[in-house]
Nanobody, 119 residues
């Protein structure tokens, strides 16, 4: 069973920055596509950032130019650097490790970390 654990959320003022971390058990993210999603109550989960198996990245239009997804192979960790935060970025952020290219059951989620942007 793969463990996925997010951390780094918190309260930040508008215009501030946070860095979220997603640590996986083992080095699966080198083989898996890694995603950051976010969700606010009453709304569907929204895909924020993608890091493909080949290292390509992609971002939602709402965060493009402000958020950056990256990885540290030595630490088995994927990061989401969030700059110029806005109140509308407030959400629970989830990390997803998707290995369904290998097996339909290989899809793992973390427990989420709360990000609140408020003055």
């Amino acid at each position: 069973q793969v463990q996925v654990v997010e951390s780094g959320g918190g309260l930040v003022q508008p215009g501030g920055s946070l860095r979220l971390s997603c640590t996986t058990s083992g080095s699966i993210f080198r083989l898996y596509a890694m995603y950051w999603y976010r969700q606010v109550p009453g709304k569907q989960r929204e895909l924020v950032a993608t890091l493909t198996r080949t290292g390509n990245t992609n971002y939602a239009d709402s965060v493009k130019g402000r958020f950056t997804i990256s990885r540290d192979n030595a630490k088995n960790t994927v990061y989401l650097q969030m700059n110029s935060l806005k109140p509308e970025d407030t959400a629970v952020y989830y990390c997803n490790a998707d290995g369904r290219v290998y097996d339909p059951n290989y899809n793992y989620w973390g427990q989420g970390t709360q990000v609140t942007v408020s003055s």
